[in-house]
């Protein structure tokens, strides 16, 4: 070797660059592979949140109408609402109300559909259960009816609306001796209500027991104990 000589240059294996370069489009495509998925969870909770404020806002819109008795235009609003994300209980309320729009329209069918729905979200609403019974009693559907009053008048309901009806229901079907224990106990929800103690009376007159009916009368004209 000659003295003063630089020495040789020491260069990476010809097979060095293409596993670096391939390194590096592994890493580019990891990162874009990222980006991509963080882009489209943006994406989703961004159309969630629309979705949220949409339905929100079509659902106090139909129950505003529904309030103000405006039931044919509050149902292209229910149904809105029910298109867009709803949380459970408001999905379950949108279909009661929408529900009632319908039976206020007497759309029986339409509005046990809703009830349907509704109940099948959340087991327990009342109102829902109540006005499905009402529906079921309006087309004649009395077994169905009674077996929706039925869970009404339970202690995790105790509906004042629900004795009245089933009372109704089983005078309606000859059995007016229980249809008069039922009205009974509306009289000793709220006792302040005559059109219980008239009810009672005509109960009594369709069972062909005069004395009851009398009875009943004379007891209106004074404030009923509760027991």
Known sequence: MNEGAEPP?????ATAKPARKRRVLGCAAIAL??????GIAIFLAGSFIVSAVRGGKALRSANKLVWTRQYEEALPLYTAALREYLPKNDRALAYGNRGWAYLSLERDLD?????NSALAIDPNLGFALLDRGLAFHRRGEFDQAQADFDKVIA??????AAYRHLSLILAHLGRSPVAIAYNDDAVRCDPSKPRWI????????????LAGAVGSKVSGRRPVALE
């Open 9 to 13: 240059l020491h260069s990476a294996p």
């Open 111 to 115: 509005a046990i559909n809703n009830f």
């Open 33 to 38: 592979g990222l980006l991509t998925v963080l």
């Open 198 to 209: 008239r009810v009672r009376v005509a109960f009594f007159l369709t069972a062909g027991n």
């Open 155 to 160: 202690p995790a309901h105790n509906s004042l």
